[in-house]
């Protein structure tokens, strides 16, 4: 199921304030991953990071980040999760495990995320999957129908970085028709 996303598109998200977003902050939280979610990439350039697209400017030596756009469920809310590919290699791990193996989303248990040094280089993570499985609310069902899918964000995200390169002098080539034109259908 995983493996399959790793052939989507790579883009930058850029988390917000509000409370619509999962912070990774040091710590321990309980929450439920809800989608499969959409891996992308991002590169940092020294003022924040950038989404990897074709020909976005990143030098050969700058590697980037694999993440991993998700919906978890924290505190009872429905929140956008730009998860760290160790989070998503300890999910991966789970749903592979004879004991904790899950075929579907959303995930049938919580799991305890902890973060340690969140924001620097020497960053940890840990998953512990909780023993107790159950089924999300009715409601959190609901609510989930009507969010923005993972994909959907990406997809934005990734539009919104094709803008900025756009508009940052690169030209954006021309299409041209590919039939000839009459000069009687040319209304003036």
Same mark, same amino acid.
């Given at each position: ?5 790793? *052939?989507? /598109? ?8 509000? #409370?619509?977003? !999962? ?10 991953? /809800? =989608?499969?979610? &959409?891996? !992308? ?18 030098? #050969? ?11 978890? /469920?924290?505190?009872?809310?429905? *929140?956008?999760? +730009? ?5 998503? =290699?300890?999910?991966? +791990? /789970? ?16 799991? =305890?995320?902890?973060?340690? +040094? ?14 107790? &499985? ?24 990734? +539009?919104?970085? &094709? ?9 954006? $080539?021309?299409?041209?028709? &590919?039939?000839?034109?009459? $000069? ?5």
């Amino acid at each position: 199921m995983f493996e399959d996303m790793t *052939k989507g /598109l790579a883009v930058q998200v850029t988390e917000s304030a509000d #409370d619509e977003w !999962f912070n990774i902050e040091d710590g321990t939280k309980k929450i439920r991953v /809800l =989608s499969e979610g &959409k891996l !992308f990439q991002r590169w940092y350039d020294g003022t924040g990071y950038k989404t990897c697209v074709d020909d976005d400017g990143r030098p #050969d030596d700058v590697k980037p980040q694999t993440r991993w756009m998700t919906q978890v /469920l924290d505190g009872g809310k429905i *929140k956008l999760a +730009n998860m760290p590919w160790g989070f998503y =290699s300890e999910i991966t +791990n /789970l749903q592979k495990d004879e004991d904790w193996g899950f075929d579907s989303m959303p995930m049938e248990y919580d799991v =305890s995320f902890t973060v340690q +040094n969140a924001g620097t280089t020497s960053v940890k993570y840990s998953v512990v999957p909780s023993p107790k &499985k159950e089924a999300i609310s009715e409601d959190v069902k609901a609510d989930l129908e009507e969010a923005s899918t993972p994909a959907d964000v990406v997809e934005a995200m990734q +539009n919104k970085r &094709k803008k900025e390169l756009d508009s940052n002098g690169e030209d954006t $080539p021309l299409e041209y028709p &590919k039939a000839d034109i009459n $000069p009687e259908d040319v209304p003036f």
